[in-house]
């Protein structure tokens, strides 16, 4: 239940109609409260105090359909910007990059705020009493609606400074840093939980698997679900795909053993700890955040858009990120209950995979460019000098004899050659040579 309900709020998150419908709920709610307040607890004035807007039912009126009119039309402006701006998102920077932009809580709130004031100007407008009726006049709801529509131009202010600054490309390659450290978490945190690292020579056969109920991709496993669960029937798990996956449904998910006390409703139970979302996009695994990243290096050294430096500001953050897990404890694969008995055998994306998805797709699409290779070879160097296990080490070592072959193949010139390989002296790079006429003065 806990993981549906997470995945059912990154859906209300990522999507542009829940927090706004919130905000008008919320705005709906204020406007009947201040009517209400108007009606019962203010007693009407004989003369009207210098601060009200509106000494009378048409002022008020014509000033609730102004701010009314006016809301709702820069309300449709702002939602124009936001397409605007995904689709240039979309089309610069990759599809799988829109989800933090859908996430955006400041575009969000921004929609929200010119709903919710257009609605609450709407109903209070409803309410105004006729002219020479003599009924009181709701000042302090009228009041409210101007502060509101100065609190607005505040918030369309903000929202121009943030969409333009959203766009731009290192902004957007900090965000996607920043989502892939988040997912980094859950399979290199930083305390290692309890469990062993290594395979699980034991497993009994035959098992009883656990199946996919749709076809989509593996989003999220609740593991410690999956070893709770184990511990009450005293059973064994072993994960037959790692998250990240596309299953068909009816595809085993996981194996169960012993297979005589893992009964089918056990099984069908089990299947509550997998989340299989229908879009790629809408996963949490730690592949998808990699590729975000390499996708925007990929697409910023395609032909139409022919900016490298994007690309060596992508590599430089997914240097970072390595560089957190190659500091972080080996991950475990097999998870213990609280008896330390061996319940769950996971199945990682090991880090050699995960190194070449990152950048070989790089070095692929980047290998005529020598300051990429160049970056790309500082940043795996760097890397190497991190590594303390003989194998991440190893792993690293591959990928430089790859990149340095990259650099001795495709560069004929030998300048090129000598900065794809990183061989430019301090002198060359940095230091302006004085020339003859600056010499003699």
């Not at 996430?103 to 919710?116: C, E, M, P, R, Y």
Request: aromatic share 8%; with cysteine; charged share 20%.
């Amino acid at each position: 239940m806990r993981l549906q309900l997470l995945q059912i709020w990154r859906a209300f998150h990522s999507s542009y109609w829940f927090l706004p419908s919130l905000m008008a709920v919320l705005s709906v709610v204020a406007a009947f409260g201040a009517l209400l307040v108007d009606r019962h607890l203010i007693p009407p004035f004989e003369t009207p105090p210098f601060w009200l807007v509106a000494p009378g039912p048409d002022a008020a009126r014509a000033v609730l359909a102004t701010i009314a009119g006016s809301m709702i039309t820069v309300a449709g402006v702002a939602f124009s910007i936001v397409i605007v701006a995904l689709t240039v998102a979309s089309s610069q920077f990759g599809p799988r990059l829109l989800s933090p932009f859908l996430q955006d809580t400041g575009n969000q709130v921004t929609l929200g705020t010119f709903v919710s004031v257009f609605l609450y100007c709407l109903i209070v407008l409803l309410h105004l009493p006729a002219t020479g009726s003599g009924d009181p006049l709701p000042h302090l709801s009228v009041l409210l609606a101007v502060i509101s529509a100065v609190i607005s131009l505040g918030v369309l202010i903000f929202f121009f400074d943030h969409i333009s600054a959203s766009l731009q490309a290192g902004a957007v390659v900090l965000e996607s840093r920043q989502e892939l450290e988040r997912v980094l978490k859950d399979q290199y945190p930083e305390e290692r939980p309890q469990g062993t690292v290594g395979d699980w020579p034991d497993f009994e056969e035959p098992a009883s698997p656990v199946v996919a109920r749709r076809n989509g991709y593996v989003s999220r496993i609740d593991e410690m679900g999956l070893v709770g669960l184990a511990q009450k029937f005293d059973l064994r798990l072993r994960m037959e795909v790692p998250v990240g996956t596309f299953v068909l449904k009816g595809q085993p998910l996981a194996s169960v053993s012993p297979a005589e006390r893992a009964s089918e409703e056990i099984c069908h139970r089990a299947q509550a700890y997998w989340v299989v979302v229908r879009l790629r996009e809408q996963s949490e695994d730690l592949a998808l955040a990699v590729d975000r990243l390499a996708e925007m290096a990929v697409r910023a050294l395609s032909p139409g858009i022919n900016d490298p430096y994007t690309a060596c500001a992508s590599i430089d953050r997914l240097v970072a990120v390595f560089a957190q897990v190659i500091a972080r404890p080996e991950p475990v694969t097999t998870l213990h209950d609280e008896n330390n008995a061996p319940r769950l055998l996971r199945r990682l994306l090991s880090f050699e995979p995960l190194l070449a998805r990152a950048f070989d797709p790089i070095r692929r699409y980047g290998s005529d460019d020598p300051q990429v290779v160049a970056q790309l070879l500082e940043g795996t160097r760097r890397l190497r000098q991190l590594a303390e296990r003989d194998e991440l080490r190893g792993h690293l070592d591959d990928l430089i004899a790859v990149l340095r072959q990259t650099a001795e193949s495709n560069f004929d010139l030998e300048r090129d050659r000598r900065t794809a390989l990183g061989e430019t002296s301090l002198s060359e790079q940095q230091i302006v040579k004085p020339t003859a006429s600056s010499a003699e003065a």
